[in-house]
């Protein structure tokens, strides 16, 4: 069974940092894109950074500039270096993971880590 293992969460200052990491277990899942989405309370999830096998990125326009996604291919490991953050980061940040078992297409989201950022 594939799992995504978050972690790097935690509470920190406005204009603070904090990176998250999202670890895929076993060898078996064939990442093509890993994400990073988020969900404020009473809000919905949503995206926050792409990173495909290539290397593209895409961000959303609230976090361009402060955070920057990135991963390790050999480890099946991604990471997102959140800078300067702001209270309105506040969120559950999940991870998200598309790619292949075995030749079947699979999606996986890890459990979700919260971010508390103190004004």
């Known amino acids: 069974q594939v799992q995504l293992v978050e972690s790097g969460g935690g509470t920190v200052q406005a204009g603070g940092s904090l990176r998250l990491s999202c670890a895929a277990s076993g060898n078996i899942f064939r990442i093509n894109t890993m994400g990073w989405y988020r969900q404020a309370p009473g809000k919905q999830r949503e995206v926050v950074a792409t990173?495909?096998?290539?290397?593209?990125?895409n961000y959303a326009d609230s976090v361009k500039g402060r955070f920057t996604i990135s991963r390790d291919a050999a480890k099946n490991t991604g990471f997102l270096q959140m800078n300067s953050l702001k209270p309105e980061d506040t969120a559950v940040y999940y991870c998200?993971?598309?790619?292949?078992?075995?030749?079947?297409?699979?999606?996986?989201w890890g459990q979700g880590t919260l971010v508390t950022v103190s004004s």
């Open positions: 990173i495909t096998s290539g290397g593209s990125t």
């Open positions: 998200n993971a598309d790619g292949r078992v075995y030749g079947a297409r699979r999606e996986v």
